[in-house]
């Protein structure tokens, strides 16, 4: 973040929510490019839709679909998320000190998405790209349907992770007990090593060792039809 | 959709406080929750061997004055009784099953909507800020209290309709969801277990469910964890007892769910929004209870 005197403080409990998204996706970028939301209160789609590179530091915890949408900037969220925390990001990234509710990341296309405390349920559900690294644990469900895109997890995952998975890369630090539908255990190769070695450095964790990690991916059982399956029609 | 919020004091330092904590959380949760709200607030227990039982009668006119002789001279005791808006509280000593069946053939319009010694229960259709007003939820003392707000799907806008749910002394249960095995639940409570319901709606097969189990010896606890296997849908509850508080969602965890805990209070809401404005909120510990795992606090947990 920039020294004091360049930030710009949106306080929420003086200021409408619109008024602050709309500073945010507006005349935000010609402005100094820093801002301070102060006093979230818990509210929904709060910096959605910023498409500059700006800089915004949330002060508290923040309802649902926070910094959805986002395009080049980078959001810090200072507490916990509700559901969807920067669901369909395509650039940029978001940061959450604390913890984040149920499908965080979802749909996303690109960018950073770093949560230093754990995740709930269905964490990089239909991920398009993109990565998400988890400090904590992932709940059940995580990855579901993923496309394309990485999810390291440090802590463990729950139940039915990846289930139905496409082209997305899972790796787990600690444990992953249950698998869902079609994801499978990987090899950990050295271009594997490498690259989580500079998804974790980008996140903040390059303390971490990358050899306590597993891979896993699809098994790529569920793409096509079988013809064994043709009676059933 | 719908909105549930709940408040548990676990120090009475708060007690005072109670409604004026509480109903902004309600009021808060408006948009989750339009149609109707209701609330049960657990405050100023009956003396011994009295019961309390809070009454709804639709006509604004009603004698209340006259239901209280009818029952009194009928049962051979005297009933105090006092308004709160379109309620009234009526307190007695003998046994509440008696005194509510025959306070309910007295007029088939009136409508008990809990009976035990602490609980009182008001739910109105309306916004939640107007039924808060209606009942001056507000000035409200005591040790806990739990909310709903309503978008019905399951069954008619009505006050009957409205959450929360009694089925058991000083016990109540709200519920956001539906669930899919109630018709089924139903037919087995009411057949094998005795059960009358006085609705067709979901959510009060699952508070006469909770409660059979806490009469035939499990405890809260126990009867919710009971509930994980025997209901089927999508539920996130919040359980009151006399003296006990406890939260439950689905395996899938479909519905949403904020649990904030400091030394003072358990507060939970469908969203962290409805739990801002709580004393020591910002030091709080503040998570999102995980999918089908039992929370509670006191009663015999």
């Not at chain 2, 806008?157 to 249960?173: K, Q, W």
């Not at chain 2, 009151?240 to 209070?265: M, Q, S, W």
């Amino acid at each position: 973040m920039a020294s004091g005197e360049n930030i710009e403080v949106l306080d929420l409990a003086l200021t409408e929510l619109r008024d602050v998204n709309a500073r945010l996706q507006g005349d935000g970028a010609s402005a100094n490019g820093f801002f301070r939301i102060i006093n979230p209160r818990g509210a929904h789609a709060l910096a959605c839709g910023l498409d500059n590179e700006i800089e915004v530091e949330v002060e508290g915890h923040t309802g649902y679909y926070c910094a959805g949408m986002n395009q080049k900037a980078k959001v810090v969220i200072n507490g916990n998320a509700g559901q969807g925390v920067a669901e369909n990001m395509m650039s940029g990234e978001v940061r959450v000190t604390g913890d984040v509710s149920q499908s965080a990341g979802a749909t996303a296309h690109g960018g950073l998405l770093v949560i230093e405390g754990n995740a709930a349920a269905r964490c990089g559900i239909s991920l398009k790209g993109g990565d998400i690294v988890v400090k904590g644990n992932v709940g059940h469900m995580s990855m579901f349907m993923a496309q394309a895109g990485t999810l390291v997890v440090l802590g463990d995952a729950g139940d039915a992770l990846g289930d139905s998975l496409y082209e997305a890369q899972i790796y787990v630090r600690g444990s992953a007990d249950n698998l869902g539908a079609d994801c499978i255990e990987k090899e950990m190769r050295a271009e594997h090593h490498e690259k989580l070695r500079v998804l974790l450095e980008k996140a903040g964790c390059s303390d971490v060792d990358v050899s306590e990690f597993k891979r896993y991916g699809s098994a790529r059982a569920l793409y096509n039809f079988k013809p064994d399956n043709v009676d059933a029609y | 959709m719908c909105g549930i919020v709940g408040l548990y004091l676990k120090s009475s330092s708060l007690k005072d406080r109670l409604g004026e904590m509480f109903t902004p959380m309600l009021i808060e949760m408006t948009d989750r929750g339009p149609d109707s709200a209701g609330v049960a607030v657990y405050h100023e227990p009956a003396a011994d061997g009295q019961v309390k039982i809070t009454a709804f009668h639709p006509d604004e006119e009603f004698d209340w004055d006259a239901l209280a002789d009818a029952v009194g001279s009928d049962l051979n005791l005297s009933i105090a009784h006092h308004p709160n808006g379109s309620h009234h509280v009526l307190i007695a000593n003998g046994d509440s099953d008696t005194i509510e069946a025959v306070i309910e053939a007295y007029d088939p319009a009136l409508q008990v909507m809990s009976a035990g010694t602490t609980i009182e229960i008001y739910k109105e259709t309306g916004l939640p800020e107007e039924v808060a007003e209606k009942f001056s939820l507000k000035d409200m003392k005591g040790s806990h209290a739990v909310g709903h707000t309503r978008m019905a799907t399951e069954s008619a806008v009505t006050t009957a309709g409205s959450h929360p749910f009694s089925t058991g002394l000083d016990l109540c249960l709200v519920h956001n969801g539906s669930l899919s095995n109630h018709n089924r639940l139903r037919e087995h409570l009411a057949a094998h277990r005795g059960i009358e319901f006085k609705t067709q709606n979901d959510t009060e097969v699952a508070a006469a469910y909770v409660s059979d189990k806490m009469n035939s010896g499990r405890t809260l606890h126990e009867a919710l964890e009971d509930s994980i296997k025997d209901l089927d849908g999508f539920y996130t509850f919040v359980v009151g007892t006399r003296d006990g508080f406890a939260v439950l969602r689905d395996p899938i965890a479909c519905k949403p769910a904020v649990l904030a805990e400091t030394d003072d209070y358990v507060a939970f809401a469908s969203e962290y929004r409805a739990l801002v404005d709580l004393p020591g909120i910002e030091s709080a510990k503040v998570w999102e209870p995980e999918p089908a795992v039992v929370y509670s606090w006191g009663g015999r947990a």
